[in-house]
């Protein structure tokens, strides 16, 4: 829910577009917290965006497009006049959205999916960039992707961190193109080019993953507080081949009543939603995730439980959750730690939940027993009490 004081620029919805200089054109870039590389600016996306701004006129594909850095200067620096682009990351794609508009690019389509499966069939584009990402399943179904979607003589560039594991994805891209040639490396970032040379595919020396077909799902039965279900999940999900610990903690200790709504706020392959409308019954079950292949998940572990109570959203945190409340939230939210900024987005979910909660409606909430989350919660509810402490994980509730 976003209103005037979350335009603040301390506050997780405050837009703003940044300045950065591409070749000697000048591209707006638009971010805010919750975007990749938010509050920085991205080595690797720089390479790709250097590399686009002497394309020319073309038929460009961005997949993982982030905050719309490379396309922008695809179509402002470089002269490419249709452009795809697809992120899994919700606010990444809104960011896009804002730089096509703030650079006034039309032409452009922003998708919010994992790769090109929402993209029309013969793109036969001439140049792809991917910005990798560390799941390498997922990734080896960008570059098969980007190889179908390419012309006889398009170009797929590649790039990202050395600790990310851009060598190995160099490796890949090979692997799928025949030939890549390392074309630029500088403070532990690598850029990485192949030419599509023929029609098929080369074969993949480590074996086809099931997964490049994006209806191919993995199947993991969980139980939760008695109930089993099970999981649909998909490369690059949290936790995607197995439960994670503290999702389980959270699972078992949560106290759903008979006809109570629930909102599971970042529900991932949906372990925490579905068995909360199992337990509900009859109650109201939404389960929102920034993720487009999180959110595929979920939907399809609800179509297989028969849950009629349940629905799935992409949302970024309670942001397309509109004014609905709730009488639980239930959230494992996402951490990271490093940059002061990360703090924001597991701030802007207890936020949320508060917001989407009726008064006297719970919070049980899940955390790595190091996160500093008391705090915050205790600020926005009055109270915040320990459910568990355990060596790992800690649960926290609250009621509004
Ligand atoms: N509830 C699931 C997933 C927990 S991990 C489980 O317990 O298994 C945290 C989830 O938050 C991830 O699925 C991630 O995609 C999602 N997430 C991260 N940033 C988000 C945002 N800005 N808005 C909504 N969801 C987000």
């Known amino acids: 829910m976003t209103t005037p004081a979350d335009t603040a620029p301390d506050r997780y919805a405050y837009w703003q577009n940044a300045p950065l200089s591409i070749a000697g054109s000048r591209v707006l870039v638009a971010t805010k917290p919750?975007?990749?590389?938010?509050?920085?600016?991205?080595?690797?996306?720089?390479?790709?965006?250097?590399?686009?701004?002497?394309?020319?006129?073309?038929?460009?594909?961005?997949?993982?497009?982030?905050?719309?850095?490379?396309?922008?200067?695809?179509?402002?620096?470089?002269?490419?006049?249709?452009?795809?682009?697809?992120?899994?990351?919700?606010?990444?794609?809104?960011?896009?959205?804002?730089?096509?508009?703030?650079?006034?690019?039309?032409?452009?389509?922003?998708?919010?999916?994992?790769?090109?499966?929402?993209?029309?069939?013969?793109?036969?584009?001439d140049v792809v960039t991917i910005r990798v990402s560390t799941d390498k399943?997922?990734?080896?179904?960008?570059?098969?992707e980007a190889f179908h979607a390419l012309r006889i003589g398009g170009k797929c560039y590649i790039a990202g961190a050395n600790d990310e594991g851009v060598k190995p994805a160099v490796r890949l891209l090979e692997s799928i193109f025949g030939v890549a040639r390392l074309d630029a490396q500088h403070s532990?970032?690598?850029?990485?080019?192949?030419?599509?040379?023929?029609?098929?595919?080369?074969?993949?020396?480590?074996?086809?993953?099931?997964?490049?077909?994006?209806?191919?799902?993995?199947?993991?039965?969980?139980?939760l507080k008695g109930v089993e279900h099970t999981l649909f999940s998909r490369p690059g999900v949290f936790s995607w081949e197995h439960l994670d610990e503290a999702t389980q903690l959270l699972g078992d200790l949560m106290d759903i009543r008979a006809g109570e709504s629930v909102l599971d706020l970042g529900c991932g392959a949906g372990a925490l939603g579905l068995t909360a409308a199992t337990l509900s019954g009859t109650g109201r079950v939404l389960m929102v995730d920034?993720?487009?292949?999180?959110?595929?998940?979920?939907?399809?572990?609800?179509?297989?439980?028969?849950?009629?109570?349940?629905?799935?959203?992409?949302?970024?945190?309670?942001?397309?959750?509109?004014?609905?409340?709730?009488?639980?939230?239930?959230?494992?939210?996402?951490?990271?730690?490093?940059?002061?900024?990360?703090?924001?987005?597991?701030?802007?979910?207890?936020a949320d939940a508060y917001a989407h909660l009726h008064v006297g409606g719970r919070l049980m909430l899940v955390a790595n027993r190091t996160l500093p989350y008391e705090q915050v919660i205790a600020e926005r509810f009055g109270e915040v009490r320990t459910l568990h402490d355990g060596r790992r994980f800690k649960v926290l509730g609250a009621t509004r």
Not at 137 to 144: G, S
Not at 190 to 217: E, N
């Open 137 to 144: 399943l997922a990734l080896q179904q960008l570059i098969w």
């Open 34 to 125: 919750g975007v990749f590389a938010h509050g920085i600016v991205d080595p690797a996306s720089m390479m790709l965006a250097e590399q686009m701004a002497s394309m020319g006129r073309s038929t460009s594909v961005h997949l993982n497009c982030g905050n719309g850095l490379v396309p922008a200067a695809a179509a402002v620096a470089g002269g490419s006049s249709v452009l795809w682009c697809s992120d899994r990351s919700l606010p990444s794609v809104q960011a896009t959205e804002r730089t096509m508009a703030a650079n006034g690019i039309a032409g452009s389509h922003v998708v919010h999916a994992h790769g090109t499966h929402a993209f029309p069939l013969a793109l036969a584009a």
């Open 290 to 350: 920034a993720d487009a292949e999180a959110v595929r998940c979920a939907a399809r572990g609800m179509a297989k439980a028969e849950l009629g109570n349940a629905e799935v959203r992409a949302s970024d945190v309670g942001g397309a959750v509109g004014d609905e409340t709730f009488d639980v939230v239930v959230s494992n939210p996402p951490f990271h730690q490093g940059k002061a900024t990360d703090l924001m987005v597991p701030r802007q979910f207890i």
């Open 188 to 223: 532990g970032h690598r850029l990485a080019v192949a030419t599509k040379t023929q029609i098929a595919p080369s074969s993949l020396t480590d074996g086809t993953s099931p997964y490049l077909d994006p209806d191919h799902f993995r199947e993991v039965a969980v139980t």
